[in-house]
């Protein structure tokens, strides 16, 4: 069985970082690509970052260039967004999710149940 | 603004046929992908590539594309269909994908 758990979420400061993690287990990690995405409260979807199987390809929002950085680490079957210089706008609930392909360009099929971060001062 | 464009909202009657749609450019060159979400619960996949559902989706849910508009049609709509369906796809660039806004479907 397919499980992501994220973890890392909380309440941070304007300004401030926070970093993200998000445990895979139940398929074979570095044969996948993956993505982060999250979901203000009460809005939709919107893709933030995806990376390839190995690590080759990374892809990134706009609303996000610059200020987050995807990474993974195949041998821990681990994920991570590093978020920087966080604004009130990047609270959301976010979420991993497994791709069904090598590709960031793919189909996230899998998700997490996901970590909330909320940017406050 | 999302580059993918979705109704907001629509009904559908008990056991009839809904369609949901969603338009943009990138979609006469990818395909797109479409998500239930419910209340509290994470996105589910339920159709992806020309009109592939993964395991456990069920055959009431199908998906089709014409020119720059793709379809989820959900045939014989059950109370628990009713959720927010996303759409998504990616672009050119081989790196980026972006969804839909969302359509909210209600089953009276």
């Known amino acids: 069985e397919v499980q992501l758990v994220e973890s890392g979420g909380g309440l941070v400061q304007p300004g401030r970082s926070l970093r993200l993690s998000c445990a895979a287990s139940g398929f074979t990690f570095d044969d996948y690509a993956m993505h982060w995405v999250r979901q203000a409260p009460g809005k939709g979807l919107e893709w933030v970052s995806g990376?390839?199987?190995?690590?080759?390809?990374?892809g990134y929002a706009d609303s996000v260039k610059g200020r987050f950085t995807i990474s993974r680490d195949n041998a821990k079957n681990s994920l991570y967004l590093q978020m920087n210089s966080l604004r009130a706008e990047d609270t959301a609930l976010y979420y991993c999710?497994?791709?069904?392909?090598?590709?960031?360009?793919?189909?996230?099929?899998?998700w997490g149940q996901g970590a909330l971060v909320t940017v406050s001062s | 603004s999302s580059e993918l464009t979705q109704d907001p909202a629509v009904s559908v009657a008990l056991g009839q046929t809904v369609r949901i749609t969603c338009q943009g450019d990138?979609?006469?060159?990818?395909?797109a992908s479409w998500y239930q979400q419910k209340p509290g619960q994470a996105p589910v996949l339920v159709i992806h590539?020309?009109?592939s559902r993964p395991s456990g989706i069920p055959d009431r849910f199908s998906g089709s594309s014409s020119g720059n508009t793709a379809s989820l049609t959900i045939t014989g709509a059950q109370a628990e269909d009713e959720a927010d369906y996303y759409c998504?796809?990616?672009?050119?660039?081989?790196?980026?994908?972006?969804f839909g806004g969302g359509t909210k479907v209600t089953v009276l």
């Open positions: 998504n796809s990616r672009d050119s660039s081989g790196n980026h994908l972006v």
């Open positions: 999710a497994k791709d069904l392909s090598i590709e960031v360009a793919g189909t996230p099929d899998y």
């Open positions: 590539g020309k009109n």
């Open positions: 990138r979609l006469r060159s990818y395909y």
């Open positions: 990376i390839s199987w190995n690590s080759g390809t990374i």
